[in-house]
């Protein structure tokens, strides 16, 4: 064999490689294929064994040849294992025989809208709809809004009937939204519709339905000839939309200085369904929507006159219907940082995942 005949035969195995090489799927396979080219007793090896056959001086020449064949094919060879290596990685059998579906997932950890701010918003495109205006009071407010302009002189016993914070200016911190009818009268006259949604505070002593900080939308609507029936419509047609189903009401008389004749709205309890729960005192019934005529003292302190204008005015309970919504028992989880309880998303629907 002279040179020429030497570096065609190794053009020949390195050609064969080559072909061999593209039918080699597996790495096993690909490792056989290395050892019967490369190995001791492979067609290249066995050609390496051969140089001791040439003349000394030639052995330069030919450990030349050799080695640039042997570099090629091994540069062959370790591009096709990169290949199978990475094809093995993006779908492993072992990697798949290790995913058991039947474990838990890991949860992974999410944030979402208050449920107290979802209702909100809620309740607030719908009275967009339906032509209202949102307006905001302040949360400190002066005695003046909060109770003389809404008919609760300093004398009247219904001062008592909230416990109110009094701050050391003399201001109060609002215990109801209700102020905001008195500033909405005067900034936009008659006729309006508007509602008013905000933090209210009260000196409670809190339990599983009482906070000191909880949320309230007021609704005001003033206009020629509006009466109960309007009032009771709207009502319905609230509830039934943030509940997202009919809802059974109950109205009682209540007494309100702002409103005459003052109502008690009540919807069915959608924690025990009606059959009484601590949430709605056994009585099957929540206080959603405390709400009456707008008394005339209220409508004059406001600058409307109340010969020529009536109105209905309503104080949401929102934080309750918050609760009522997505099945929140307890109230005091809502001002808390405790984040195990777990509320689905209002636009998947979901229900409340509840730490026992
Ligand atoms: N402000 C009252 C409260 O917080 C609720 C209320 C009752 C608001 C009757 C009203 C109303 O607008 O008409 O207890």
Redesign the pocket.
Known sequence: MDLVQLAERIADIEARAGADLKAVAAIDALRGLESNVLGKQGSLGLLIASVKQFPPDQRGQVGKLLNEGKTRIKGLLDARMAELQTAAHTDNADDAAAFDPTLPGVAAAMGSVHPVTAVQWEVERLFERLGFTVEAGPEMETEYHNFEALNIPATHPARD??DTFWLTNGMVLR????PV?HRAMKKFGAPLRVIAPGR?FRYETIDASHENTFH?I???VIDRDIGLPHLIAMAKTLLAEVMKREVELRVRP?Y?P??EP?IEIDMNCRICGGAGCPTCKQSGWVEIL???M?HPNVLRAGGIDPEQWSG????LGLTRLAMMKYGIRDIRVLNSGDLRPIVAPARLGGPIVWPE
């Open positions: 009937m909230q215990t109801h939204t209700s009818q209210c309230q007021e609704g005001l209540g309100f702002f409103v003052g405390p709400a009456g707008v209905f005015a309503f104080g």
